[in-house]
């Protein structure tokens, strides 16, 4: 753009009275560091201590970054975020949020259950059922 200015302005036919200076550069944003890539991984457990299979941990600020933990509980998933909040849910748990802080190694996520979950979803299914066939 500067060069066409200089160019434009060095032409017998321009006209003397107008300014032909370059626009000042405008002030170029400043390059955007990436945030390096961070692997947060643990494991998934009830409060007896048995691992929750099938568990979802989702990053609480981007729902479309999700794993699901393995048959031991595990999980294992990148962040870009230094000090992401997970979400881990499992049918018949309550879901829990857990902040990851930068010094955090493993993390070890104990899930509540819900009481009388089963009695409640038999419940909810025999009803959703009924309301079917009627």
Same mark, same amino acid.
């Given at each position: 753009m500067v060069l066409f200015l200089l160019l434009f302005c060095s032409l017998p036919f321009f006209p003397a009275g107008l300014a032909c200076a370059p626009a000042p550069p405008s002030a170029a944003p400043a390059p955007m560091q990436e945030a390096l890539?961070?692997?947060?991984?643990?494991?998934?457990?009830?409060?007896?201590?048995?691992?929750?299979?099938g568990a979802t941990?989702?990053?609480?600020?981007?729902?479309? !970054?999700?794993?699901?933990?393995?048959?031991?509980?595990?999980?294992?998933?990148?962040?870009?975020?230094?000090?992401?909040?997970?979400?881990i849910s499992s049918a018949g748990?309550?879901? !829990?949020?857990?902040?990851?802080?930068?010094?955090?190694?493993?993390?070890?996520?104990?899930?509540r259950t819900v009481d009388r979950y089963k009695r409640t979803l038999k419940k909810k299914?025999?009803?959703?059922?009924?309301?079917?066939?009627?």
């Open positions: 890539p961070r692997e947060v991984f643990g494991n998934v457990t009830d409060f007896a201590g048995k691992p929750v299979a941990v989702a990053l609480a600020d981007d729902r479309k !970054t999700a794993v699901t933990t393995n048959s031991d509980g595990k999980f294992l998933m990148k962040s870009a975020v230094a000090e992401p909040r997970l979400r748990y309550y879901d !829990t949020l857990l902040v990851v802080t930068a010094t955090d190694k493993a993390q070890l996520v104990q899930l299914y025999k009803a959703a059922n009924k309301a079917w066939k009627n």
